[in-house]
């Protein structure tokens, strides 16, 4: 079994500032983990994503994740927000061990509105 | 422009009726998956079909059906509508069987009145 959550449903910062959008997560089997982006009136894109290896995660757009197995965390971050920056942002998690099939499972979501 | 085509993006209709969403994976991209996104559920993963064969199923309810085709894209069928059904539906495809970098499409914005 597996759970994602994200903690706060909207942040808010000023253009740039620090973003920090937390995800943990609970898996049984080693996760791999994932963040997407999602701008109004589209799908979703992934940023970032940890599989194996190198824990921190470097993503498009300058976010960069890093995977803490001790704190079951996987937090976005960036170091200066733009505007361009404002959308939603997804967590989600899946098993190593899947085979194939998928399941993924999704947080519900973090708004982020970049303040000018 | 992920490559995924969805279609129709809006879709209004009535209870009971039936519905055909239809998804066009990126070129190259054997693999399809389903998902619904509404506010109280969040973005949920309906079923996944690889080179036409069903691989996974999600949270799909019974009324759902789909199918993939030889030319790869698929469609999702939605029957017995009820207002609960009522959701943005995604389509995303990847390149092989262990996916994980998928490319969503726009999404079909269901109404159901």
């Known amino acids: 079994a597996q759970s994602v959550t994200q903690l706060g449903s909207h942040v808010s910062v000023s253009e740039g500032a620090l973003v920090l959008l937390r995800c943990n997560y609970s898996s049984s089997v080693p996760p791999y983990l994932f963040w997407y982006v999602q701008y109004p009136n589209q799908g979703l894109q992934l940023l970032l994503k940890y599989t194996t290896g190198a824990t921190l995660v470097k993503g498009i757009n300058g976010f960069e994740a890093e995977f803490k197995k001790s704190e079951t965390s996987f937090h976005l971050t960036k170091p200066s927000a733009h505007m361009s920056d404002a959308a939603e942002y997804f967590c989600a998690v899946a098993p190593s061990d899947s085979g194939g099939y998928q399941k993924v499972t999704f947080g519900i979501g973090t708004k982020l509105q970049v303040i000018p | 422009d992920s490559g995924v085509t969805q279609t129709p993006k809006h879709l209004i209709t009535a209870t009971g009726q039936r519905v055909t969403l239809r998804c066009s994976p990126r070129?190259?991209?054997?693999?399809v998956y389903w998902y619904q996104q509404s506010l109280d559920q969040g973005l949920q993963f309906l079923i996944q079909y690889y080179n036409g064969e069903e691989r996974a199923k999600g949270n799909i309810l019974e009324r759902f059906s789909a199918q993939q085709f030889p030319d790869l894209h698929s469609e999702l069928n939605l029957s017995s509508l009820e207002l609960g059904d009522s959701a943005l539906y995604f389509c995303?495809?990847?390149?092989?069987?262990?996916?994980?970098?998928?490319?969503f499409g726009p999404g079909t914005r269901l109404t159901v009145t």
């Open positions: 995303a495809s990847s390149v092989d069987l262990d996916p994980y970098e998928q490319y």
């Open positions: 070129s190259g991209d054997l693999s």
